[in-house]
């Protein structure tokens, strides 16, 4: 469960311990020369650490601290006006609060966001959940834009339970921003071998974070690509699947699912007949040997390329289709003459006036495969598929 989860707890309870630990007064927020606890002043209790603090500090931000404040006594002793009878804040820790009151107390000049410090990250996530608890939406916004600001900055400081504990806080104050901060500079770090992807894969599930997980599931997805041996048959991959241990079921099948498809995609990609139209002026046999020839040879070696190419693996499914038929543009152009219809005639037809065998593009197949592929590079439909 979430570190955070207690912070949904509303409203504050209040309650008189009877028994339990002593009292200890905090060092920071109990000052034995302030005032006497009074109208605004009073002793509240987190943890069974005691608290000196204003009440008016605490309700100028929050409306859920002046409803709390504004209950009756009833006829037991006042709460908050002794340290046998503080104001008990149930669900707080005394660290969370500590951070909270660092903050309200501090002069403006020490908040700009830029200017804060990485050492202040926790006391940062302490500050959110309390902003967030008692409905401080000021500070939450301000406890956002610092976060951003110190992600993006000491991200390579930053370890797997830092990203994990921002990205809790995140999804908590529903801050779109500092979500996509934290899984942002996160992926960074995993792709560049900083810090271990299957606990970022654990995460981002937990908090179903979508293109989060496809972004990493991507990254691993080309490991399996690469041990893939290609085979003489398209439909047959020798996979050893060495990056996929230790991942939980759900992602390996994730990525072998995705792994799968782009391979039969891929397949049939290969295995199209695409050659090019015959001319009237061209005889069967000829078409044969020479332009089909040529022009199969062409389909081939750009089909061998991309296979070979570490620059497009698998996941990079569109830019393989994508460079054949950039491949069998460049053979167009090759085979283009000068002559009134600006027709595109095979090599060897020119030593044959009056041939004249042209690839059409209206009737190209891959034209239609295109169309068929997603047109970003995510790989979404391929992870999830079977979850639609």
């Excluded at 999804?171 to 810090?195: C, E």
């Excluded at 199969?296 to 497009?312: F, K, P, Y």
Aim: proline share 7%.
């Amino acid at each position: 469960m979430s570190e955070f989860a207690t912070v949904l707890e509303r409203p504050v309870k209040r309650a008189r311990p009877d028994s339990g630990p002593p009292y200890v007064r905090d060092q920071q927020f109990y000052d034995d020369e302030a005032p006497a606890p009074s109208v605004d002043w009073c002793i509240v209790s987190a943890e069974n650490v005691l608290f000196k603090v204003q009440r008016s500090l605490l309700m100028r931000d929050s409306p859920l601290f002046s409803t709390l404040f504004g209950l009756p006594q009833g006829q037991l002793p006042a709460e908050g006006q002794s340290d046998a009878y503080p104001i008990v804040l149930a669900g707080d820790t005394a660290s969370d609060f500590r951070a909270l009151l660092t903050y309200l107390t501090k002069p403006g000049f020490e908040l700009i966001p830029k200017d804060i410090p990485l050492d202040e990250f926790q006391n940062l996530l302490s500050l959110g959940k309390m902003a967030h608890k008692y409905q401080m939406s000021g500070w939450e916004r301000w406890t956002g834009t610092v976060l951003i600001e110190l992600v993006d900055k000491h991200a390579r400081r930053l370890s797997t339970k830092d990203f994990s504990v921002a990205l809790d806080l995140a999804m908590l104050l529903s801050h779109a921003s500092l979500r996509d901060a934290v899984t942002d500079n996160w992926y960074s770090m995993v792709s560049a071998a900083r810090l271990p992807i299957l606990d970022a894969m654990d995460i981002a599930e937990r908090h179903a974070q979508r293109s989060f997980l496809v972004r990493l599931y991507t990254q691993q997805l080309k490991l399996v690509c690469h041990e893939t041996q290609q085979p003489p048959s398209p439909f047959v991959a020798v996979v050893t699947f060495q990056a996929l241990r230790g991942l939980q079921p759900i992602h390996s099948q994730r990525i072998l699912a995705a792994h799968s498809s782009l391979s039969i995609a891929w397949s049939a990609f290969r295995r199209l007949e695409i050659l090019p139209r015959r001319e009237p002026g061209c005889s069967p046999d000829h078409h044969e040997r020479t332009c089909c020839r040529k022009f199969r040879s062409v389909w081939l070696e750009a089909i061998n390329t991309a296979d070979s190419s570490r620059s497009l693996p698998l996941t990079s499914l569109r830019q393989r289709v994508l460079f054949v038929q950039d491949q069998l543009a460049h053979y167009k152009q090759d085979t283009m003459i000068n002559n009134p219809g600006d027709r595109i005639l095979s090599p060897m037809a020119r030593t044959s006036p009056g041939i004249y065998c042209i690839y059409v593009d209206e009737r190209d197949e891959i034209k239609r495969v295109l169309a068929a592929l997603p047109l970003t590079n995510s790989l979404d439909p391929y992870f999830f598929a079977a979850e639609a």
